[in-house]
């Protein structure tokens, strides 16, 4: 469903993301993990279409993508929950209600042609807030106003109340209390029975460990190598994430 082959971003001479490559298949939790500030947000940027790589390709459903921007990447199955909610997952200054269909906004049933059929729109922002119990008075409220775990209830409820052919995650659960985050991995795990293709990106290990089918571990940039599930351990991981390749630590 999602396949990037040896993907690079070089910027001021650095090289942000090196060589990644990765397929995820149909009804599949592919986990990323590895310490902060390792390309993560950067190969983030490259998959939703924020910036364009220096080298490399990225397909969605065998169809090439990697110029497309985010919008267009919406369009064809692909949904996201960024790591930065404020930067890349509301519009701040404008409600909630407008929030809930972004990068759905031009699409059937919200659109009729240059405008929104208001009561599709109100439907499903009243579902997100009641469904991820976003505390606010009103749907009308300039989403900006938020606290920062309700703003996150928002964008993932909105990337949930979809099913999308790949979703790309990068840390939901951050700053969302226990039972709404439980209730987030359950969601996911939901979208992969249905046939979903879930790439999980994050830093809390357990959570990854927990959920994904295959997990890959990025240091530097560069991915260090692939665990099928029944090879997981927190030892292993955590010495990839230290810098080790998969072939020098694996017994």
Request: charge should be positive.
């Amino acid at each position: 469903m999602l396949a990037v082959r040896d993907l690079w971003l070089v910027e001021g001479g650095l090289a942000r993301v090196r060589g990644v490559s990765l397929s995820i298949r149909r009804g599949e939790i592919y986990g990323i993990a590895g310490v902060a500030g390792n390309g993560q947000s950067e190969l983030m940027d490259l998959l939703i279409g924020y910036r364009r790589p220096s080298k490399g390709y990225i397909e969605l459903e065998g169809r090439e993508i990697t110029v497309l921007n985010p919008l267009e990447r919406i369009s064809l199955g692909l949904r996201f929950i960024p790591e930065d909610r404020v930067r890349d997952g509301v519009l701040p200054s404008m409600p909630i209600y407008l929030n809930a269909i972004l990068g759905d906004h031009r699409a059937a049933p919200y659109s009729r042609g240059v405008f929104l059929d208001m009561e599709a729109v109100r439907e499903r922002a009243l579902r997100i807030v009641k469904t991820l119990r976003v505390d606010t008075p009103s749907i009308y409220k300039i989403a900006g106003r938020l606290s920062g775990g309700n703003l996150q209830k928002l964008i993932v409820g909105r990337a949930l109340d979809t099913l999308p052919k790949v979703l790309i995650a990068y840390s939901p659960t951050r700053g969302l209390d226990l039972a709404t985050s439980r209730y987030v991995l359950e969601r996911i795990v939901e979208l992969r029975e249905k046939g979903v293709a879930v790439l999980y990106i994050g830093e809390d290990l357990d959570e990854l460990l927990s959920i994904s089918d295959r997990l890959s571990v990025i240091y530097k940039g560069e991915l260090m190598g692939e665990l099928e599930r029944s090879r997981f351990s927190k030892d292993l991981v955590g010495k990839m994430m230290a810098g080790y390749r998969l072939e020098e630590v694996a017994g």
